[in-house]
């Protein structure tokens, strides 16, 4: 199926006038690249996570370290996505940001550690835009 601008298009889930520099708490869905699971499966309804997932879940705990203007809580981390909540102190901080750096800090991880294994062609095929 061709590209159609008036049917393909992504509708963003946001606020259209907040601000998502303020203090609150938020709920972040963070997916992979078409929706390919590389964090890990789930074995008898449990999730058994792989080393990428477990870099996700280091990088989570690390988060409130590197911005001690947030503070981390809950997270869930399955196959393909993960879930989380955070609570954002009044910082000029915004929540793009915070998000964008974890993805930075977990990706940068995950490529590194595909590489050490020789996985490289993982990384040609799929990974440039592994967290969406």
Not at 17 to 31: K, L, M, P, R
Not at 43 to 54: F, K
Not at 63 to 84: A, G, Q, Y
Request: a neutral charge; proline letters at 2%.
């Amino acid at each position: 199926m061709a590209y159609d601008p008036e049917k393909h298009h992504r509708r963003s889930v946001r606020l259209k006038d907040y601000d998502y520099g303020q203090s609150g708490a938020y709920f972040v869905t963070v997916a992979t690249h078409d929706r390919t699971c590389l964090f890990g499966v789930v074995a008898e309804g449990e999730i058994q996570l792989n080393e990428a997932g477990v870099m996700i879940q280091h990088w989570w705990v690390e988060l409130s370290r590197k911005f001690p203007t947030i503070e981390t809580d809950e997270f869930v981390i399955m196959p393909n996505h993960f879930h989380v909540l955070l609570f954002l102190s009044h910082t000029g901080t915004g929540l793009n940001t915070l998000v964008g750096e974890c993805k930075r800090f977990m990706a940068y991880e995950i490529v590194g550690s595909l590489k050490k294994q020789g996985k490289n062609s993982i990384l040609r095929n799929r990974f440039f835009l592994i967290l969406c």
